[in-house]
Nanobody, 127 residues
Framework: QVQLVESGGGLVQAGGSLRLSCAAS????????VAWFRQAPGKERGVVAA????????YYADSVKGRFTISRDNAENTAYLQMTSLKPEDTAVYYC????????????????????WGQGTQVTVGS
């Protein structure tokens, strides 16, 4: 069983930056795609960014392209989400997740295709 723990959230003013971390334990995640999702109050959970297990392919939601960067450090068993130029609409609980199976032939970005989730970290962007 793998455990994912997010950290790095907090309160920041619009235009600021935060770096979220997703530390995995119990299993190496080097063979797994990793995705970041977010959920704001009253809204559905949606994908923010994803990176494939090789680290060579990435996906970004249109709303964060050019501002957020997903990365991974397999040696540290950790994934990251660097967020810059933050906007009030980025306010949400951010979750990292990995799918049930490793070595997925194609990168997946739907929440229902991810099996293991962290507890989430709150990001609040003030105007």
């Amino acid at each position: 069983q793998v455990q994912l723990v997010e950290s790095g959230g907090g309160l920041v003013q619009a235009g600021g930056s935060l770096r979220l971390s997703c530390a995995a334990s119990g299993r190496t995640i080097s063979g797994y795609d990793v995705a970041w999702f977010r959920q704001a109050p009253g809204k559905e959970r949606g994908v923010v960014a994803a990176i494939n297990w090789r680290g060579r392919m990435t996906y970004y939601a249109d709303s964060v392209k050019g501002r957020f960067t997903i990365s991974r450090d397999n040696a540290e068993n950790t994934a990251y989400l660097q967020m810059t130029s933050l906007k009030p609409e980025d306010t949400a609980v951010y979750y990292c997740a990995i799918p049930r199976e490793p070595y997925m032939p194609r990168m997946v970005v739907q929440a229902n295709e991810y099996e293991y989730w962290g507890q989430g970290t709150q990001v609040t962007v003030g105007s």
